[in-house]
């Protein structure tokens, strides 16, 4: 009996496709909503707005279009504002057929595809998480920033054969600003200048006075002094970031209550001036920082880029599929041909992947598996397996709203040690023996 074939199935008859561009947006609607079903559109706001009117008039309530650098962002806004259903996206998943590439095709196939359910939309936080993570990638590019005029510093003291990074690790740190901003204030006697150093560090006053015979060159000292100048000018701009978190946290705040003490005594480095760690516990519900490798910086990230809204995810391990943390499938002839998780520029995975590499020295249960991972695979891929369960378990204690606790590095050895016991033995019983454990030997 010859089965019948069946056609793909309208899913979305009033669906709508958008090419867009940075000049114009070619938008097509169904054929027979309008006489001319294809139409161009100027990027300014004013055709923006005929552009959504257009789409209300010809009865379309959803929308595809592609994510093109950032300019499908103000459109994006516009039509979910006037109550459209907007989905964005990839521009790998709509390739055409070769040889026909042009702007019309492009929205027409678009639509055709949106309209058979073809097309998925990428993820997209609500409103008030997107201008929180807005901000807080300002505030990325303002540290990158400042970090290039930390190397300018270092590049003038070096041009003056001052080796004060030989003896200070962070020339960024207390001892070391103390002593550049001692030098662009006219001090030159290495002896008064190694006076600044902090009791905790290591190198002696001596070996700092040694690194501090330079040249003293104008033209250097003229460079070091920008240099400083420019930093300071960052980190002003750094703490109106801050202040500005601050207050988005705030209105986003729905849990009362203290977090308690950290588990970490030290702040990071660059970690916003001001408490984090219970502006997140009021935002969460849940302390993330109790999860070993995760600081506030990370939890920070992780928040800004996805949100506390995990229903878009029907699970912990779609959630880091989405993330990028899952092994790829790529199988041809029934054999695997690739098994290599997918190349992806998600903020929040490289947020987790630098929490797992940072948990090769915890004596903790995660910093055991961690080092597990490394003794089977190589270092990447124990990385993003471990970033793979730190995934998973954020998303746990998001949707749970249970607290995270740690068992010990013990408790996951002797975990271990019981399944390897476990699989061994089945093993032997299979082929025909019998596991003992051997008594120990009295020496």
């Given amino acids: ?56 008039a010809c009865g379309v309530n959803t929308v595809a279009m592609e994510s093109t650098g950032v300019y499908w962002i103000p459109l994006f806004e ?9 989905h964005l996206v990839n521009t790998r998943h709509v390739k055409n057929v070769a040889g026909r590439k ?13 309209s058979y359910g073809l097309l998925s939309g990428a993820f997209r936080p609500r409103e008030q998480i997107c201008a929180l993570r807005a901000v807080s990638r300002q505030r990325e590019m303002l540290l990158s920033y400042q970090g290039r005029h930390i190397q300018h510093m270092q590049k003038a003291l070096a041009q003056m054969n001052l080796q004060l990074t030989n003896v200070l690790a962070d020339i960024a740190g207390k001892t070391g600003q103390a002593i550049i901003r001692a030098i662009v204030a006219g001090e030159r006697d290495p002896l008064v200048l190694a006076k600044f150093r902090d009791p905790r560090v290591r190198a002696s006053e001596s070996d700092i006075a040694k690194s501090l015979c330079g040249t003293w060159r104008e033209e250097h000292l003229f460079a070091l002094k920008q240099a400083v ?88 391990k779609h959630f880091a599929s989405w993330l990028g943390l899952c092994p790829g499938t ?6 695997v041909l690739s098994a290599a998780s997918k190349r992806t520029t998600n903020r929040a995975a490289q947020a987790l992947r630098m929490a797992a590499s940072a948990l ?39 949707t749970k709203g249970t607290e995270y606790v740690d068992q010990g590095q013990t408790y996951y050895e002797q975990r271990y040690r019981e399944r390897v016991i476990h699989h061994l033995r089945q093993k032997a019983r299979k082929l025909g023996f019998s596991l003992a454990a051997l008594e120990p030997q009295s020496t």
């Fill in 229 to 316: 100048a420019l930093y300071d000018a960052y980190a002003e701009r750094l703490l109106e970031c801050d202040r500005q978190l601050q207050q988005m946290l705030g209105l986003l705040q729905r849990y009362a209550g203290d977090v308690g003490k950290p588990k970490r005594r030290s702040q990071p480095k660059n970690a916003p001036a001001f408490d984090l760690r219970n502006c997140l516990y009021g935002v969460c519900g849940v302390d993330l920082t109790r999860i070993d490798g995760v600081d506030v910086t990370t939890a920070l990230k992780v928040i800004c880029e996805i949100g506390t809204d995990m229903s878009r995810f029907k699970s912990g």
């Fill in 360 to 398: 090769r020295t915890s004596q903790s249960a995660l910093g055991a598996y961690y080092r597990r991972l490394c003794a089977r695979f190589d270092r990447p891929k124990a990385i993003t397996a471990t970033a793979h369960k730190l995934a998973r378990l954020i998303y746990t204690m998001l």
């Fill in 1 to 56: 009996m010859a089965m019948r074939r069946r056609g793909f199935e309208v899913a979305h008859p009033n669906a709508a496709g958008i090419d867009v561009g940075s000049a114009s947006h070619w938008v097509a609607v169904p054929t027979g909503s309008d006489e001319q079903p294809v139409r161009e559109f100027k990027s300014f706001t004013e055709d923006l707005q005929q552009l959504a009117d257009w789409l209300i």
């Fill in 78 to 86: 516009l039509l979910e504002a006037r109550g459209l259903s907007v």
């Fill in 102 to 114: 042009s702007d019309v095709l492009d929205c027409q196939w678009l639509q055709q595809l949106m």
């Fill in 330 to 335: 790529h199988k041809s002839g029934g054999k």
